[in-house]
């Protein structure tokens, strides 16, 4: 019985690894062009960036796949990065000149609503779709 029990052990752990990782599958709709890049942050439900990620757009659109996500709360902010200068364009009183959005399409009337409202949970593999702001 006990030579059983290492065995079957390291399966159930093995298991358990291999079903919490998981994709997600980001569509951004909504560009105005398909000039440029999509630059996205992915963080956790503690506000820290898990990773980063940039995704070409072809017919105004951009899906950016992320693999291996652990069963967990996300959240996701973006901009569109039309002259490739890495950061996000604003005008002189600091609005965005460049599209940008957040997961849940979460905007609120004078920039994104709070951290909170952003987040998501992956728990399989998920698709979202998201709408740009300009």
């Given at each position: 019985?006990?030579?059983?029990?290492?065995?079957?052990?390291?399966?159930l752990?093995?298991s358990?690894?291999?079903?919490?990782?998981?994709?997600?599958?980001?569509?951004?709709?909504?560009?105005?062009?398909?000039?440029?890049?999509i630059?996205?942050?992915?963080?956790?439900?503690?506000?820290?960036?898990?990773?980063?990620?940039?995704?070409?757009?072809?017919?105004k659109?951009?899906v950016i796949?992320?693999?291996?996500?652990?069963?967990?709360?996300?959240?996701?902010?973006?901009?569109?990065?039309?002259?490739?200068?890495?950061?996000?364009?604003?005008?002189?009183?600091?609005?965005?000149?460049?599209?940008?959005?957040?997961?849940?399409?979460?905007?609120?009337?004078?920039?994104?609503?709070?951290?909170?409202?952003?987040?998501?949970?992956?728990?399989?593999?998920?698709k979202?779709?998201?709408?740009?702001?300009?």
């Amino acid at each position: 019985m006990g030579r059983a029990f290492l065995p079957a052990f390291c399966l159930l752990m093995i298991s358990n690894i291999v079903i919490s990782q998981n994709d997600l599958k980001v569509e951004i709709t909504g560009l105005h062009n398909d000039k440029g890049i999509i630059m996205l942050q992915l963080f956790d439900e503690g506000h820290n960036i898990v990773s980063q990620h940039k995704g070409t757009i072809k017919e105004k659109k951009s899906v950016i796949i992320i693999k291996n996500l652990k069963t967990s709360k996300y959240a996701i902010r973006y901009f569109h990065d039309e002259n490739l200068n890495g950061t996000m364009d604003t005008n002189l009183t600091g609005m965005p000149t460049e599209g940008y959005g957040f997961s849940n399409d979460a905007y609120g009337m004078f920039g994104p609503k709070p951290f909170g409202s952003w987040i998501f949970e992956v728990k399989e593999n998920k698709k979202i779709v998201l709408k740009t702001k300009y």
